[in-house]
Nanobody, 115 residues
Framework: QVQFVESGGGLVQPGGSLRLSCVAS????????MAWYRESPGKGRELVAS????????EYDDDVAGRFTIARDNTKNMLFLQMDSLKYEDTGVYYC????????WGQGTQVTVAS
């Protein structure tokens, strides 16, 4: 059974940092590109960052480039997102996802940036 379990979200002030984690299972993790998405009221679900099977290259949405860093640990089937210099508009539910057609969405983890 393919599963994604996200964690690490929470409430943070603007300019603060969070590190999100995801444990993936049920497929050949090291064979696939992985990605973080976020869902927010204004933009819906959007691709935030992606990473190749070996860890490079990585790609970022323009809104987060320079502030977020995606990483993976293929020995643990884990995906990470280091989020720095957080802004109000980073608020949303964050999901990890394998980039193949039909991959199921996990529950996500809520990130709230507020004063």
């Amino acid at each position: 059974q393919v599963q994604f379990v996200e964690s690490g979200g929470g409430l943070v002030q603007p300019g603060g940092s969070l590190r999100l984690s995801c444990v993936a299972s049920g497929f050949s993790f090291s064979r696939f590109d992985m990605a973080w998405y976020r869902e927010s009221p204004g933009k819906g679900r959007e691709l935030v960052a992606s990473i190749s099977p070996t860890g490079s290259p990585s790609e970022y949405d323009d809104d987060v480039a320079g502030r977020f860093t995606i990483a993976r640990d293929n020995t643990k089937n884990m995906l990470f997102l280091q989020m720095d210099s957080l802004k109000y508009e980073d608020t949303g539910v964050y999901y990890c996802m394998a980039r193949y057609h039909g991959a199921p969405w996990g529950q996500g983890t809520q990130v709230t940036v507020a004063s």
